[in-house]
């Protein structure tokens, strides 16, 4: 592979301040190049990458059965609009619904685009005064403004309204409280099976099953955002397969293309149809690049087993995590499941987020004050170990520091 000479991570800072609108904020840090969990800036700084991606690097950086996919087919078509077929993408809707339950897809290019797909269709799939769709507290499902709108949290309202009309909130977990917003103008139910930008928050006991209950018994229909949870990441190829509840609709995105970008919207056969010709669309949505990294997305999860690797290391995320929760006051709750940890501490979680990126490790902070881990499936023992270990050094010095005790 030729040498590429990149900019200083100065100068891409500058670059950035004067061409780019700053609307993220971003670490000082430029990144050059990215293998497995490891990710390198241009001053030649490794990495150790917990956070892959914000949850798109499911298989880590640059997984090699990906790339190779995706060179080959930007050799031989790189994008044909949709009034055409393409093999590539009926063969992965196929895998799709084969690992999940009887329905059809629809592709596009990011999780907020499939959940704005789901809003439609659910609006479509029902008569016309009924409209509304309850989602959840704490739940995230996106930027656009239908997906915002969906969003029970109002610091990603501020300056945006009037919203779009009909998402009616209730609290996580509350199945009564559920009940008692549904009325004759109700559609469906919305939610995350397991919260991610909310804190890796899992459902408790039953709330899955009683929302199943309460669609069917009001003919509504029972929505999933798995655009984090999905894929893998939970041990399973979805996370609803853990609780026994099956939606009739799934969205999905980030680690679907093993980074590259895409989404989808999983219905169920009978449903699938009210999504009807000329009524939604997405230009780039299931694209032969993006179709063919899914495929080997998918196919690199089973031929290297990496469900049963994400039973095996996040075994050792809970045992670490867990005991440091019982020598450390910081730490509130760790949450598991699969490759979704939380780690809910009694303060900021910023500082150890910079404390650990000085340390050459990357995670998240979500909410303020939960740490937020999405290591990749093949992550190994020995990886989640270290990484244990980083981040165990910085809590615990934070919790001896005066600033924080």
């Given amino acids: 592979m030729a040498t590429v000479k990149h900019l200083s991570s100065s100068e891409t800072v500058e ?10 904020t971003r670490y000082p840090i430029n990144l050059v190049r990215g293998e497995g969990a490891f990710v390198w800036d241009s001053e030649g700084n490794r990495y150790l990458d917990l956070f892959p991606g914000w949850g798109c690097n499911l298989l880590g950086h640059c997984p090699a059965p990906v790339v190779q996919a995706v060179q080959e087919q930007v050799a031989l078509l790189i994008h044909v609009p949709n009034s055409w077929h393409m093999e590539a993408q009926g063969r992965w809707a196929q895998m799709l619904c084969e690992r999940s339950f009887d329905a059809q897809a629809f592709f596009c290019n990011s999780g907020t685009e499939a959940n704005e797909a789901a809003i439609k269709l659910a609006r479509l799939h029902t008569p016309p005064e009924r409209y509304k769709i309850i989602t959840f507290t704490g739940g995230f499902h996106g930027r656009t403004l239908g997906s915002t709108a969906a969003t029970a949290q109002p610091k990603y309202h501020e300056g945006l309204g009037p919203l779009m009309a009909g998402f009616v909130y209730a609290p996580f977990g509350d199945l009564d409280a559920v009940a008692r917003r549904i009325d004759d103008e109700t559609a469906a139910i919305m939610i995350e ?9 899992i459902p408790p006991e039953g ?36 609780f026994g509840v099956t939606p009739d609709v799934m969205t999905l995105a980030k680690s679907l293309c093993g980074g590259i970008a895409g989404g989808a919207m999983l219905a169920r056969r ?6 009807r010709r000329g009524m939604h669309a997405a230009t780039f949505g299931g694209n032969p690049i993006a179709a063919r990294a899914g495929i080997a997305a998918l196919e690199m999860i089973e031929n290297e087993h990496l469900l049963e690797n994400v039973a095996r290391v996040s075994g050792v995320f809970r045992e670490r995590l ?34 650990c990126m000085e340390r050459r490790l990357l995670i998240n902070c979500t909410q303020g004050n939960v740490i937020r ?29 005066p600033s924080t005790s």
Wanted: aromatic fraction near 6%; charge should be negative; proline fraction near 5%.
């Fill in 15 to 24: 670059l950035f301040r004067r061409y780019v609108i700053p609307n993220y």
């Fill in 193 to 201: 099976p397991i919260q991610g930008e909310g804190g890796i928050r």
């Fill in 207 to 242: 709330f899955l099953q009683g929302l199943r209950r309460l669609a069917d018994e009001h003919n509504l229909l029972l929505i999933f955002d798995e655009v984090q949870a999905g894929c893998g990441r939970t041990g399973h190829w979805f996370a609803y397969q853990h």
């Fill in 270 to 275: 009978d449903i699938a149809p009210s999504l």
């Fill in 322 to 355: 867990e005991t440091l929760q019982s020598q450390c006051d910081l730490i509130r709750e760790v949450r598991v499941l699969g490759l979704m940890i939380g780690v809910e501490l009694t303060v900021e979680g910023a500082p150890a987020v910079q404390a």
């Fill in 373 to 401: 881990l999405l290591p990749p499936m093949n992550l190994t023992v020995e990886q989640a170990e270290e990484g244990c270990d980083i981040l165990g050094e910085v809590l615990t010095q934070m919790a001896h520091s």
